[in-house]
Structure formats: C-alpha cells, structure tokens
C-alpha cells in the first residue's frame, strides 16, 4: 500500500513539473512577444521621427502641409500604441510566471475541452511546443466569464456550456 502512495504521489510530482515547465514557456512565449512588438513600434516611431525631420518645405505649400499633417498622425498612432503596449507589459510582469494557480486569475493556465487558455494579456493565439494556447486577457468576454472559476466548475459562454479541466 505504501509503495502506491509513493508512485501516486511521484506521479503528481511529475505532473506538476511539466504543468510548470510548460507553463514558464507560455509566460517566456508571451513576454518575448511583448517585447518585440514594443521595440518594432519605437523602430518604426524613430524612422517616423527621421522621415519627419528630414521632410523639405517645397515650393508646394500644400503638399508640404499635408505630408507633415500625414506624419503626425501617424505619430500619434505609434505613441498611442506604444503606451498601450507598455502598459500591457507593466500588468504582465507583475504575473508570477511559476505562481500554481488554484482559480483563475492573472497567470492561471487553464486546460478546456477547447484548449489551453492562458490568463494574461489578449493577445491571441500562439503556439508553444507544438501546443496553441489562447492568451486572454480578464477584462475579455471569455475572461469575465472564467474570473475566478476553479478546476470542475461549469462555465457558460456563447450559449455554451463547459468544465474547466485543470488549472496550473
């Protein structure tokens, strides 16, 4: 009887470290995915920044005028996206990537019967050793209805009914 206990009890262990390695490659998976989305907005917010500096007054008063009204608004759109996405990266890093998750929360990764959904920013779909898991954000229709849920319970979304199989 013992010798169960000990391989029941060694097979959890097993689990979990592979819940948890699999879980820190999600995390590493989405942090470099912030991270170079942050560093193509500034590329492309410097090179807007050059083309602007570099941008002649020509004899064309207007064209001058509307090729500078051009630039800033795209300026603005590249600031906006960069603080959007800063912001984002700020909640991210506060997820403690190796945090075991009883509910789901900030850093819960979550096995449904429609796949791994991990609870961090909305960032869509990515794929992590072969795996595709939906990254989502609380504040999303899918998150509002997962806040908080834990492993067995029944969530209703869409006009459907599922079971959060685990919860890491």
């Known amino acids: ?13 097993i689990t979990f470290m592979k819940s948890t390695t699999f ?13 170079d989305h942050i560093s193509t907005i500034a590329k492309n917010l410097e090179r807007l920044m050059d083309s ?4 002649t007054k020509s004899s064309a008063g207007d ?7 051009m630039i800033q608004n795209e300026e603005d759109l590249y600031k906006r996206q960069l603080a959007d996405t800063s912001k984002i990266m700020e909640h991210f890093q506060k997820i403690e990537a190796l945090k075991k998750c009883d509910m789901v929360e900030p850093g819960a990764l979550l096995k449904l019967p429609a796949g791994w959904f991990y609870v961090s920013a909305g960032m869509g779909k990515i794929m992590v050793d ?9 504040q999303s229709p899918i998150g509002v ?24």
Request: with cysteine.
């Open 1 to 13: 009887m013992k010798s169960r206990v000990h391989i029941v009890y060694f097979y959890s262990l």
């Open 23 to 35: 879980k820190k490659e999600v995390y590493d998976q989405c942090y470099h995915i912030l991270k």
């Open 52 to 55: 602007k500096q570099n941008e």
């Open 63 to 69: 064209k001058y005028e509307t090729g500078m009204a």
């Open 130 to 138: 072969g795996e595709a898991i939906f990254c989502i954000s609380l």
């Open 145 to 168: 209805a997962l806040k908080h849920k834990k492993t067995n319970d029944i969530v209703s979304f869409n006009d459907q009914k599922f079971t959060i199989q685990e919860i890491y």
